[in-house]
Every structure is written in structure tokens, then in C-alpha cells.
């Protein structure tokens, strides 16, 4: 029975690395289909919709034509839909979107959400099996956390379509890194499932890790809003200064949401998820005080965990303080999230300590 078990797990970890290495696959040609949506996105059409928008935060918004009871129709303004920041920005109207408003692009982008959600569930089936092969959960090293991570992101991005939010801009980036994760995971993190040691043998590595990766996931997404707000903030800039950007830069620029719409997004995102990582911190507390009889030691990933903490604490204080909206917030943001990163892969590979994974 022994040898049969063994045999079986080892079939598991073989079908869950070619699990890993199918939704890989498919992810490339979500890659390419987003990549479709917005080069069709980026033709005729987009120009046209970018100087409707235009004219409409001029305050020239079209009009909209009803039918009224007696046959007749009549004119009405049509109401600016515009998203509020703070005090003193800009009113501008959201972009159109990946697809640029065209039916072709945004057909590449459904597919490409299909390919997503395809490629999701293969990943998810990957750490499924990961875990029936190590009988355990699936996070015991830097491997099996890079893949559940991003597998995770996805989760996410997905869920937020579902429920309707205005997201699939960041497919692109999304999928782009999620490609780039798994290949740093396969080429230098891969490590064969094994047993943990026995201080991890606990219901709190369950508990722990996997509100550690759902909150990594999250801040991941928050940090791609920040990053595409700044770049977004300083077209809107750029415009207002009365210069032309370049065809390339309007016609990505104009398809994202407003800067202060993805200053809003990544702020709403990092504010919902906060207090689980302050949860994560205080889970691992009493973890190692089971396990090594000491809720806190400064071991570096304890200390990196609470330096994390305390840059998103400072980041959701500025951004609800009126001198720190803006761009201040989104590098502060940017500086929390550099330094999950560096939590991540840095204290891991390069730092000594009972959190450390120098082995993979």
C-alpha cells in the first residue's frame, strides 16, 4: 500500500506540473487575444470616441433624442458622466475601454477573458493536485506559492468582472505577469513536492499562508491601478498643458479609465484588503508562538511583514489626507507593494531566518 501511495503521488505531482505548464499555454493565447482586442481598439473608431470625449468634458456633451407621449420627440442634454477625485482635479470622462468601443476589439476581448477563465481553472486544477500529491496544502515552498499566487490574481481579476466592475483594462498587464511568475516559478523556483518540516505541521499554514496570497494577489491588482493611474495622471497632464501627445500614447491612454477613476480603484482596493493583512500578521503571531514558542522574534520575515504594514497604514492615512491625494498616494502605494515584493523574494532567497527559503 505504501508503494501504491507513493506511486499515486507521484502521478499527482507529475499532472500537476503539466497542469501548470498547460495553463501557461493557454494564458499566451489570452495574451495574444488581449493584445488583439487592443490593436482592433486602436483603429478609426477610437479617434472618433476620443474626440466625442472630449467634446463632452468641454461641456458639450450630445444631446439624446426621446419619443414623448404625444409622437413627437424632443432633445435633451445628455448628462456627463465624469468621476471625482478631490477638490481642484480634473472631471474627465472614463475611456471606452481595451476595445476602443469597436465590435471587433471588444470580440478579441471576450475571447481573451474566455482563454483567462480557462486558463484559471487549469492552474487551480495544477495546485488541486499539487496538494492531493503532498496530501497537505499546496504552500510549503517558493514554488507552490508563486503558482497558488497567481492563480489567485486571476481569481480576482475574474471575480471583479463578474460582478460587473469595469476591469478588463488590466487584462493585459495581468496576464503579462502572471506569464512572467510562472516562468520564474518553473525555471527557478520549481522544487518536488516533499513534506514540511514538522513546526509547519499545522491548521494555522492554512490559515496564514493562504490569507499571506490572497492579500499578495490583491495588492498586486492595487498596485497595477496605481501604476496605470500615474501614467493616466500624467496625459491628463499633458493635455491640460495644451500639448499633443503621440498617436500611440493617446490611442492606449485614451481607452483607460480617468486617473481619477483608477486613483479611486487603486485606493478602494488596498483600503478592502488591509485589514486581512493585518489579520495575516497576527494569524503568524500566534502560529509561531505554537510552534516555536514565541509570538514574535524579529526574524526578518516577521520584521519585512510588520514594514509592510506599516507603508499601507501610512499610504491609506495619506490618501484620506488632502495634501497626500494624488500621485504622493500612488508612490506610496507603489513603495508598500515593492516591499511585499521584497518580503517575498528578497527575505526568502537572500535572508537567514526560520521563514527562509534559500533551499526553494
Not at 487575444?33 to 477610437?46: N, Y
Not at 477573458?113 to 487551480?124: D, P, R
Not at 528578497?346 to 535572508?351: A, E, K, S, Y
Amino acid at each position: 500500500m505504501t508503494l501504491l501511495a507513493a506511486a499515486t503521488n507521484e502521478s499527482l505531482a507529475d499532472l500537476s506540473n503539466k497542469l501548470v505548464y498547460a495553463s501557461m499555454a493557454v494564458y499566451t493565447l489570452a495574451f495574444f487575444a488581449h493584445i488583439t482586442e487592443w490593436v482592433f481598439g486602436s483603429r478609426s473608431k477610437v479617434g472618433r470616441t476620443a474626440a466625442a470625449l472630449t467634446t463632452a468634458a468641454a461641456g458639450a456633451a450630445p444631446a439624446v433624442q426621446v419619443r414623448t407621449k404625444g409622437g413627437g420627440t424632443a432633445l435633451l442634454d445628455k448628462p456627463q458622466v465624469v468621476t471625482r477625485s478631490a477638490a481642484g482635479s480634473r472631471d474627465v470622462p472614463d475611456g471606452p475601454g481595451a476595445a476602443g468601443g469597436t465590435e471587433k476589439g471588444d470580440l478579441y476581448g471576450r475571447i481573451a477573458v474566455s482563454l483567462t477563465v480557462l486558463g484559471f481553472l487549469i492552474e487551480a486544477a495544477g495546485v488541486v493536485s499539487r496538494a492531493m500529491s503532498v496530501e497537505r496544502a499546496p504552500w510549503g515552498n517558493m514554488y507552490e506559492f508563486s503558482v497558488t499566487f497567481s492563480t489567485v490574481a486571476v481569481g480576482a481579476y475574474l471575480a471583479l468582472l463578474a460582478l460587473k466592475k469595469n476591469v478588463r483594462w488590466l487584462g493585459l498587464i495581468l496576464i503579462t505577469t502572471v506569464l512572467l511568475d510562472l516562468g520564474i516559478a518553473t525555471t527557478w523556483l520549481y522544487t518536488a513536492s516533499d513534506q514540511l518540516v514538522p513546526a509547519l505541521h499545522s491548521y494555522w499554514l492554512w490559515i496564514h499562508v493562504s490569507t499571506a496570497i490572497f492579500c499578495g494577489a490583491v495588492f498586486y491588482i492595487g498596485a497595477a491601478g496605481a501604476v496605470l493611474y500615474l501614467f493616466r495622471d500624467s496625459y491628463e497632464a499633458h493635455l491640460e498643458a495644451g500639448r499633443t501627445p503621440g498617436r500611440f500614447r493617446s490611442s492606449v491612454m485614451e481607452r483607460l479609465p480617468s486617473a481619477a477613476s483608477l486613483d479611486k480603484f487603486s485606493y478602494r482596493i488596498n483600503a478592502a484588503v488591509f485589514p486581512l493583512w493585518t489579520f495575516t500578521i497576527v494569524a503568524g503571531a500566534i502560529w509561531a508562538g505554537d510552534a516555536w514558542g514565541r509570538y514574535w522574534g524579529w526574524d526578518p520575515k516577521e520584521v519585512w511583514s510588520f514594514v509592510t504594514w506599516v507603508a499601507y497604514a501610512c499610504y491609506l492615512h495619506a490618501r484620506a489626507t488632502a495634501g497626500w491625494k494624488g500621485r504622493k498616494a500612488a508612490y506610496l502605494a507603489l513603495f508598500a507593494f515593492a516591499c511585499w515584493i521584497w518580503n517575498y523574494y528578497g527575505v526568502n532567497i537572500l535572508l537567514s531566518g526560520k521563514h527562509s527559503y534559500a533551499g526553494v
